[in-house]
């Protein structure tokens, strides 16, 4: 049950029934994993996808996977700089976050010895991020998203990991998950017209972590080279950096503390564009990807305890970006009330200016509980 849903449609109460299905069948050398759900909610409108579908084979030192696969970069805590393969659908009604990823069509090569691998990897289909789209401003159409003639990807990534620092360092080849606003060909009775688009990029990343006494501490960075036509609507290139660590203190708590920081080149500041439609649209194009400032910085904050001898858990997390000042706020609170039987209770906030990136989606701050059987 939740108090709002995750797109901007203003629907409210929004009751929810889904299923979730997993298996991981293996014989010998050869294996495979699949996930897939359905869910319906009061409107009758139903949700399906295969988030996963892939099969393995390992011989020796190496491996080959294909298939549909949820591939998760990135050393950091939730802000992940490096994790550009698979997409989330932010619009599905999920207490987990895990639970919005979305797998796209792969082609994975692996070599591993000792502590290190090397993944190569190709992606035939894309699979974007879904983001809340409002789609009935007066005025203004909404075209469909613009058309790819290629989807093939590339990345290739050697890790390190099992020493006391583990590392990484990533390259990726291929479309952005995250959209651009551009303008379009206004049809008849509208003022304007605007459609998702999504360029392709370069990214370069890398990423450590280790310990430090009851310390542990992460670091991850990338630099996104955003190819094509350079136009007020599209995302600058990038550097964005994650720092910052962990501790769990007597009693059961964790707290966890990062500093973000990002910075664009060659900014334009969309305020300033003279034409009042195109720096509407540039605008919102800079929000839904943070660049409406050219440096940004910001935090996370979260801290857990387990109760109950693990069988529950509370938590409090928190985004804060300081420039343009919007925070999300996400408190959580999961219980076992019996073997497969879990009871979550939680609630998303947002909060800050009407153009930011959270304070655009204010309006789908929600409260939510979730009572999940297992099988």
């Given at each position: 049950?939740?108090?709002?849903?995750?797109?901007?449609?203003?629907?409210?109460?929004?009751?929810?029934?889904?299923?979730?299905?997993?298996?991981?069948?293996?014989?010998?050398?050869?294996?495979?994993?699949?996930?897939?759900?359905?869910?319906?909610?009061?409107?009758?409108?139903?949700?399906?996808?295969?988030?996963?579908?892939?099969?393995?084979?390992?011989?020796?030192?190496?491996?080959?996977?294909?298939?549909?696969?949820?591939?998760?970069?990135?050393?950091?805590?939730?802000?992940?700089?490096?994790?550009?393969?698979?997409?989330?659908?932010?619009?599905?009604?999920?207490?987990?976050?895990?639970?919005?990823?979305?797998?796209?069509?792969?082609?994975?090569?692996?070599?591993?010895?000792?502590?290190?691998t090397l993944d190569a990897i190709w992606l035939p289909e894309f699979r974007?991020?879904?983001?809340?789209?409002?789609?009935?401003?007066?005025?203004?159409?909404?075209?469909?998203?613009?058309?790819?003639?290629?989807?093939?990807?590339?990345?290739?990534?050697?890790?390190?990991?099992?020493?006391?620092?583990?590392?990484?360092?990533?390259?990726?080849?291929?479309?952005?998950?995250?959209?651009?606003?551009?303008?379009?060909?206004?049809?008849?009775?509208?003022?304007?017209?605007?459609?998702?688009?999504?360029?392709?990029?370069?990214?370069?990343?890398?990423?450590?972590?280790?310990?430090?006494?009851?310390?542990?501490?992460?670091?991850?960075?990338a630099y996104t080279d955003v190819m094509g036509s350079d136009t007020v609507?599209?995302?600058?290139?990038?550097?964005?950096?994650?720092?910052?660590?962990?501790?769990?203190?007597?009693?059961?708590?964790?707290?966890?503390?990062?500093?973000?920081?990002?910075?664009?080149?060659?900014?334009?500041?969309?305020?300033?564009?003279?034409?009042?439609?195109?720096?509407?649209?540039?605008?919102?194009?800079?929000?839904?990807?943070?660049?409406?400032?050219?440096?940004?910085?910001?935090?996370?904050?979260?801290?857990?305890?387990?109760?109950?001898?693990?069988?529950?858990?509370?938590?409090?997390?928190?985004?804060?970006?300081?420039?343009?000042?919007?925070?999300?706020?996400?408190?959580?609170?999961?219980?076992?009330?019996?073997?497969?039987?879990?009871?979550?209770?939680?609630?998303?906030?947002?909060?800050?200016?009407?153009?930011?990136?959270?304070?655009?989606?204010?309006?789908?701050?929600?409260?939510?509980?979730?009572?999940?059987?297992?099988?």
């Amino acid at each position: 049950m939740w108090t709002h849903d995750r797109d901007l449609n203003g629907e409210t109460v929004v009751p929810m029934m889904g299923v979730r299905a997993r298996i991981s069948p293996r014989l010998g050398a050869v294996s495979g994993r699949a996930e897939a759900y359905a869910q319906i909610d009061r409107t009758g409108r139903w949700r399906t996808d295969l988030v996963e579908g892939w099969g393995r084979l390992v011989a020796g030192e190496f491996e080959l996977r294909a298939g549909r696969q949820i591939i998760v970069w990135g050393r950091a805590d939730r802000l992940n700089p490096t994790d550009n393969l698979s997409g989330r659908d932010y619009t599905l009604l999920a207490a987990s976050d895990d639970d919005q990823r979305q797998g796209p069509a792969t082609v994975q090569a692996r070599w591993g010895r000792g502590n290190l691998t090397l993944d190569a990897i190709w992606l035939p289909e894309f699979r974007p991020n879904i983001f809340p789209l409002e789609r009935t401003r007066p005025g203004i159409a909404i075209l469909p998203d613009a058309m790819r003639q290629s989807a093939s990807q590339f990345a290739l990534k050697l890790d390190s990991s099992g020493s006391a620092v583990d590392w990484s360092v990533s390259w990726f080849r291929g479309i952005d998950r995250n959209r651009d606003f551009t303008i379009g060909p206004v049809p008849q009775g509208s003022v304007a017209a605007i459609q998702q688009s999504y360029p392709d990029i370069n990214v370069f990343g890398a990423d450590l972590a280790g310990t430090l006494g009851s310390l542990g501490w992460r670091f991850e960075a990338a630099y996104t080279d955003v190819m094509g036509s350079d136009t007020v609507y599209v995302k600058n290139d990038n550097l964005w950096i994650v720092a910052g660590g962990d501790v769990n203190i007597s009693g059961g708590w964790n707290i966890n503390l990062q500093y973000s920081l990002r910075v664009i080149f060659n900014y334009t500041d969309p305020q300033r564009i003279l034409d009042p439609i195109a720096r509407g649209i540039a605008t919102l194009s800079a929000a839904v990807n943070n660049q409406l400032d050219q440096v940004q910085n910001g935090v996370t904050f979260r801290v857990a305890r387990r109760f109950a001898g693990d069988s529950a858990e509370a938590e409090i997390a928190l985004i804060h970006f300081v420039e343009p000042g919007d925070t999300a706020i996400r408190p959580r609170i999961t219980t076992s009330i019996k073997d497969g039987l879990r009871l979550a209770i939680g609630a998303d906030i947002f909060t800050g200016p009407s153009a930011s990136y959270f304070g655009r989606v204010r309006s789908l701050s929600t409260g939510w509980l979730q009572l999940t059987a297992g099988f």
